[in-house]
């Protein structure tokens, strides 16, 4: 049975989440459902050399079933695709199948395939509409919802980017079968992410759900999903464009977790074991300038440890992690701003000065000797 979330942003038409195995059979079906797409035509599905063998053409069939003609586009899988490059690949590609202004882009796949595709459907033609059809945990908790995509540049990660919702979102569990362990606990870094900065109830539920959840038992899992779903929902209808400093929230554990994945190489941890490492640098931080408790720091250690997202055996020189937290689109005039939580909850926006970060970067690098 499936689960509707519905994500109501102020100033954007609403839009459904689907939630369940299954799901992706009904994509064309649901999409018709939504009065812009309506009388829509063609529908453009970008997916990636990883998951095209896997769910591409059921994703088509669908599609047609509903009426819609249906073109596709194959990028490779990884981070690299995700670039200013490949995104005007695309566009040429758009333009050379006659797709004008009515046409829909449909994300399938993970994050780096949903932000590129949605930065693609963003400024092709100064913007057409968008379905996303995450296929990671990640992407189903995180980038598939709240409208941010983007690409990276040598400098650091998502420094293009736009806002565009979409106009309907295909969460089919039954994808996920087919997920790498690196790419599950990924997932799980962010579902704890969320929990950490929701509330208690949250929290509380996650810790007594780690075990089923890394064992990716079906209930759990749907859960999981819901709960971050209709977390993230309500950050993003506060704040649509992160500029009240409400949905920065969601940047908790990605200061120092941005600085890892530049440093260390695209790809070289998973995103999520960064963003884990960098909630456990921040919880640490955060004893210091908020008044953490050391509770509060084992506590998250423990969710941490328990999900499959062990603290990670690399470091760096803390010179060059902070110039590359200084070069992350979240700083303002060169100052570094952290998330960080007082406990469960409770959060603020900090900014930090360098002599404090280098302190602590000094403290997390000794931490791995």
Known sequence: MATKVIVNIPGEEPYDVRIGAGVLDALGRRMRGVP???????????????VAPLYRDQAKESLAAAGFRVSDIVVPAGEDTKSVEVAGEIWEAMAQLSLGRDCVVVALGGGVVGDLAGFAASAYMRGVALVQVPTTLLSMVDSS??????????????????????????????TLATLPEREWTCGCAEIAKSAVIDSDEFFFWLVDAAGALAAREDEAVAEAIARSVVFKADVVAQDKTESRGVRECLN?????????????????????????????FAARLAVELVGASADFVAAQDDLLDALGLPAL?????????????????????????????????????????????????????????
């Open 36 to 50: 812009s797409l309506e009388r829509t035509e063609r529908a453009l599905v970008i997916t990636d050399s990883n």
């Open 145 to 174: 919802v709240g409208g941010k995509t983007g690409v990276n540049l040598a400098a650091g990660k998502n420094l293009v980017g736009a806002f565009k919702q979409p106009a309907y979102v295909c969460a089919d569990t039954a």
């Open 252 to 280: 908790y554990g990605h200061t120092l977790g941005h600085a890892v994945e530049t440093l260390a190489g695209y790809g070289a941890f998973s995103h999520g074991a960064a963003v884990a490492e960098g909630m456990r």
């Open 313 to 369: 055996a690399w470091s760096a020189d803390p010179a060059d992690m902070l110039d590359a937290m200084k070069r992350d689109k979240k700083a303002r005039r060169g100052q570094v701003r952290f998330v960080l939580l007082r406990d469960v909850g409770s959060w603020e926006l900090l900014d930090v000065d360098d002599a404090a970060i280098l302190e602590h970067l000094g403290a997390w690098v000794r931490s791995k000797e």
